[in-house]
């Protein structure tokens, strides 16, 4: 049951927008959440709302997976809309009690709302459509100017993917380790919070010696098979910009212009 | 010519206490001299604590002779600068599966050893595919590693040290962790590397029933070879093997019973086969 967990949230289907190379992505899903605190009128949310429906089309992915994902945010999502909604000074419309609503208020609330969901489907249509392997590898050549002030960009890249490698595997031995100590008696389940934060040392510690044994095993795995870091390495899957991820950059400029035009000068 | 070739290998592994203090030195493995051909079959076998999986590890230069010396194809292991090329040219397969496959894609995991030896792209694809055929994983390539068997890992770690075109292969108990049909499959595939690709294979085991397709044995204890011959030559001296803490398969203790209780069997049957002809004559 554990094994089937995917990291992030896959979506497995073919689009243009699942064959874009994962740098393009990365850039797009960042643009495009600045493109959402740069506009400022109804005209410059139309065009974000219009862009991300046309994004989402393109990916095939089904809606309802990016809704999903909103309910994580709904709690933070109405707490602002409410923050904005009863605490801009302004043009008084309702009020009672010591609560006033302003016309400013109702049109920060709106917009903030607006952001938030743009903000969480545009950066879902990336997980959902990107598998976290070639999320790791985009960034660790979108980032690979970084090397130059020594950020090791490639050992970060490389400690990301194996984490995400182990992740199952280490879920696994939690759950085993947990049904060895249940069966000798141990209770993860009653108690307050101190206990049964106590109850979880039985558990913690052979998961702790087990991953550093693990993690010894591997690297002289890594070493035996001539790992020596990123220098003179090559890639089995390179990163190369095809005609669609230029036209994927293009196709961001313009949204970009476009929502600076419209969104910000022309109010 | 000599593929590997150790002289007074002599490794000693310096216990200390808390303080760092030398508490005391074990002595792992005690003037071993081995030579292995190109194309062999050897199996190293030998019980818990006998010194296999360290001298393992100087073939692929993971752990240095602390006296004498260990040369691969002609390099010596503690020359530093050797070192990649050894690597290369003794691939190395662990016991657990699962800690030393870093792919989340099998084809990737394959293709692991031949990018850090700065492959071109082409090449790598071209490698993976092969490796993976000749461990029979090939319509695995797209699977995620964790969905697999205990077997089907292990060969797709063989496959990724296949893939790096090594001359020797040094499998250190690859078959412990895995249950009989694994073990099985995993000892189908060494043996079909060492038939077709004529790779050398250095088997380390505990069991003796993988150590029959081999065309040479070692047997260590203690750190030391005590034992060296061909399959049959070391179970036809099943005493020895017992003194040895080891056991021989269950046909061949069966034979040796017989013969001790007067049958005319030769020493050192391996096979069910073997022993009922064995017997037909007998009547």
Redesign the interface.
């Known amino acids: 049951m554990l094994r089937d967990i995917t990291l992030g949230q896959y979506y497995q289907t073919d689009s243009v927008i699942h064959r874009l190379d994962p740098r393009v992505k990365l850039t797009a899903t960042i643009c495009y959440i600045i493109s959402l605190f740069i506009v400022d009128n109804v005209i410059g949310y139309i065009i974000a709302g219009l862009f991300l429906a046309m994004i989402i089309k393109l990916s095939r992915v089904p809606v309802k997976f990016m809704i999903r994902g909103m309910k994580a945010i709904l709690f933070l999502l109405i707490i602002a809309v409410i923050f904005n909604l009863f605490l801009t000074p302004g043009e008084v419309l309702f009020s009672f009690w010591k609560l006033q609503i302003t016309k400013e208020g109702i049109r920060l609330a709106g917009f903030m709302a607006i952001r938030l969901v743009f903000l969480i489907m545009g950066s879902s249509v990336m997980t959902l459509t990107t598998t976290p392997n070639n999320l790791t590898d985009g960034m660790e050549k979108l980032l690979g100017p970084l090397k130059r002030i020594r950020v090791p960009v490639h050992e970060i890249s490389m400690m990301m993917s194996i984490a995400l490698r182990f992740i199952p595997i280490l879920l696994e031995e939690t759950d085993k380790i947990m049904k060895a100590q249940i069966a000798r008696g141990a209770d993860f389940e009653s108690g307050n919070l101190i206990k049964k934060a106590k109850s979880l040392v039985p558990l913690l510690v052979p998961l702790f010696i087990s991953a550093f044994r693990r993690a010894n095993d591997l690297a002289m795995a890594m070493e035996a098979r001539c790992y020596r870091g990123g220098e003179h390495r090559t890639k089995m899957k390179p990163l190369i910009y095809q005609k669609r991820d230029r036209l994927a950059y293009g196709a961001l400029a313009g949204y970009l212009v476009l929502c600076v035009i419209l969104g910000k000068i022309l109010l | 010519m000599g593929l590997i070739k150790a002289r007074d290998l002599v490794f000693e592994y310096i216990r200390r206490d808390e303080e760092g203090n030398v508490e005391g030195i074990t002595c792992a493995l005690d003037h071993i001299n081995l030579d292995v051909k190109q194309g062999d079959f050897i199996a190293v076998l030998g019980h818990n604590g006998s010194g296999k999986s360290t001298f393992a590890k100087h073939i692929?230069a993971?752990l240095y002779p602390t006296e004498g010396a260990v040369w691969v194809d002609g390099k010596d292991t503690s020359n530093e600068e050797n070192l990649?090329d050894i690597?290369?040219e003794a691939?190395?397969v662990?016991q657990?599966p699962?800690?030393?496959?870093?792919?989340?894609?099998v084809?990737?995991d394959v293709?692991?050893?031949?990018?850090?030896?700065?492959?071109?792209?082409d090449e790598?694809?071209e490698r993976?595919e092969e490796s993976l055929k000749a461990v029979g994983m090939y319509e695995f390539r797209k699977h995620s590693?964790?969905?697999l068997s205990g077997g089907q890992k292990q060969r797709v770690s063989i496959a990724?040290?296949i893939a790096?075109h090594p001359k020797c292969i040094v499998l250190d108990e690859p078959t412990a962790m895995l249950d009989p049909n694994g073990r099985r499959e995993v000892i189908r595939a060494v043996r079909a590397l060492n038939d077709v690709e004529e790779i050398t294979i250095i088997l380390i085991t505990h069991y003796m029933e993988e150590i029959i397709y081999a065309n040479k044995v070692f047997v260590m204890d203690k750190g030391k070879i005590a034992m060296e011959g061909t399959p049959r030559e070391i179970f036809s001296k099943v005493e020895e093997l017992k003194a040895l803490r080891l056991d021989v398969p269950q046909v061949t203790l069966l034979a040796h019973e017989l013969k001790k209780s007067g049958l005319n069997i030769p020493d050192g049957i391996l096979t069910c086969e073997e022993l009922v002809e064995a017997l037909k004559l007998q009547s």
């Open positions: 692929n993971i990649w690597r290369q691939g190395m662990f657990n699962d800690n030393q496959i870093i792919g989340q894609v084809e990737e293709g692991f050893g031949p990018e850090n030896l700065g492959v071109p792209t790598i694809w993976v590693p964790n969905k990724g040290v790096m």
